[in-house]
């Protein structure tokens, strides 16, 4: 049968919503979309700025008790000043990567879940963003 599909939301778990809308709208220059009030006691949708994909924040209790098996990747022209940058929005380095090629950090954002902050990948695309500070 024919039909259409997409991703639609990449999904992060957080035990605080209004916390882990602060820090991600932060790291990810995202704006929050209203959501039904039902929905907004179980999540938060925000929308990126460059992408029509939505990231999902959803309410969790259960404390985090492995590695993820999918993360984001957050790209940069700059790793240091963009790991600093999120150090500050409450991220914690976890790893130092320095493989293949590739010198990248992951990071921890204040619930444990992991993300990584590379070298940039698509300039073209990059340079399309503003500039952070």
């Not at 790209?75 to 500050?88: F, G, H, K, P």
């Not at 130092?96 to 010198?103: A, F, N, P």
């Amino acid at each position: 049968m024919a039909h259409r599909s997409r991703l639609c939301h990449f999904v992060i778990d957080c035990p605080d919503l209004d916390s882990a809308t602060e820090f991600w709208s932060a790291a990810l220059d995202a704006s929050e979309e209203q959501l039904a009030s039902p929905s907004s006691q179980v999540y938060r949708q925000l929308r990126l700025p460059d992408s029509e994909i939505r990231i999902l924040l959803q309410h969790v209790d259960d404390k985090k008790a492995s590695k993820e098996r999918m993360h984001l990747d957050i790209e940069t022209d700059d790793v240091d000043a963009e790991v600093q940058r999120l150090e500050r929005l409450g991220a914690t380095r976890w790893d130092h990567q320095q493989e293949r090629g590739y010198d990248f950090w992951v990071l921890r954002d204040p619930w444990g879940n992991e993300f990584c902050v590379l070298q940039q990948t698509f300039p073209e695309l990059l340079s399309s963003r503003p500039v952070m500070s």
